[in-house]
């Protein structure tokens, strides 16, 4: 039985959708980003990630970063070194500001003495408005301080990227714009704002070289100025 469709169209068809796919990851920043960009769900990382750290002890009086890949690759409790505090990483790669809404219950059992969260970057990337994101912000926010209210709660900008070393899927501009909504959310709720993002950008205000080797996620070098923003507020965490 001869096929439906002449050969020279069924090649045409399957190059279209080859030239598509290769837009689509282009557009999310390679091969690499992409797959990297899947785990949340494809993987589970998310779901396995939140069922570990609900199966851990609690840590009454522990200093607890919360937040993406940004906050989840650093080794916090040996980075910053605080004299007697337990710090609890509780980052998790390709998470975003719903996903963090939804294990704060985790987080609040701990009762932390502070809570440096640092989300967002991902909900831009997959083309989510600020306007829309920051709804969800504000959720976080007052969740925390309501069930947590002796917590200092620390908001950080979202940290710029750097296009040029990779299409990243987002501009600085945005970002920009999602960290004036974070930096209303801190106001509106008497909260310290840390502004990372002005430390870490170059000249042309994308994520300097310097600190980055895939133009998001930061090197070590990156991770001491972060270190540095928040030891040279008036937040030091050093004794506690």
């Known amino acids: 039985m001869k096929s439906r469709f002449p050969l020279w169209v069924s090649l045409l068809l399957n190059v279209f959708l080859l030239l598509c796919l290769w837009v689509i990851v282009q557009r999310l920043g390679g091969w690499n980003y992409t797959l990297s960009r899947l785990r949340h769900d494809e993987a589970g990382l998310y779901k396995s990630r939140k069922d570990l750290f609900e199966r851990m002890p609690a840590q009454h009086g522990a200093i607890i970063f919360l937040g993406d890949s940004q906050t989840e690759q650093c080794e916090w409790q040996e980075f910053l070194q605080p004299d007697s505090a337990v710090i609890l990483n509780r980052g998790i790669v390709g998470d975003y500001t719903a996903g963090v809404l939804g294990r704060l219950d985790e987080i609040v059992r701990h009762k932390p003495s502070k809570i440096f969260l640092l989300v967002g ?24 301080r309501n069930k947590t209210p002796d917590s200092e709660l620390f908001l950080q900008s979202i940290f710029p990227v750097n296009n040029t070393l990779k299409k990243i899927g987002v ?50 070098m990156g991770y001491q100025v972060w270190k540095n923003a928040i030891h040279h507020s008036s937040f030091i965490i050093h004794h506690y």
């Open 171 to 220: 501009e600085n501009q945005t970002i920009q714009q999602m960290n004036t909504e974070i930096a209303r959310i801190a106001k509106d709720y008497a909260l310290p704002y840390l502004d990372i993002y002005s430390e870490l950008t170059d000249a042309d205000g994308n994520l300097s070289p310097r600190f980055t080797n895939d133009g998001i996620h930061l090197n070590g």
């Open 121 to 144: 970057i991902n909900d831009l990337i997959f083309e989510k408005k600020p306007e829309d994101i920051a709804p969800v912000y504000r959720d976080i926010v007052a969740t925390l």
